[in-house]
């Protein structure tokens, strides 16, 4: 069973910057796609941005143009680079794996953005 591990989270101010990274204990080749999910308390988890394995990328509207996902399945990583934070991304993120038949989630990473 693969697993995931996030990491890159942290306490930030407005207006700064994060990169959140997610490795896989195993291989990310046959994914048919990986994503990021953030759930901030008391709300739904909800994604954040997904990205194929033929590199086709979706985001939430509410993180276009202040996040970027990317992946190296050859690290067997994939990697969320957020700017401009704002308070109102502080929620926990989540890595997931879709392998289509099944699907793993990482353990979460949080992200406080405040001043």
């Known amino acids: 069973q693969v697993q995931l591990v996030e990491s890159g989270g942290g306490l930030v101010q407005p207006g700064g910057s994060l990169r959140l990274s997610c490795a896989a204990s195993?291989?990310?080749?046959?994914?048919?796609?990986m994503r990021w999910y953030r759930q901030a308390p008391g709300n739904q988890r909800q994604l954040v941005a997904a990205?194929?394995?033929?590199?086709?990328?979706t985001y939430a509207d509410s993180v276009k143009g202040r996040f970027t996902i990317s992946r190296d399945n050859a690290k067997n990583s994939v990697y969320l680079q957020m700017r401009s934070l704002k308070p109102e991304d502080t929620a926990v993120y989540y890595c997931?794996?879709?392998?289509?038949?099944?699907?793993?989630w990482g353990q979460g990473t949080l992200v406080t953005v405040s001043s």
């Open positions: 990205i194929t394995n033929g590199g086709t990328i």
């Open positions: 195993g291989s990310i080749g046959s994914t048919y796609a």
């Open positions: 997931y794996a879709d392998y289509v038949t099944r699907g793993v």
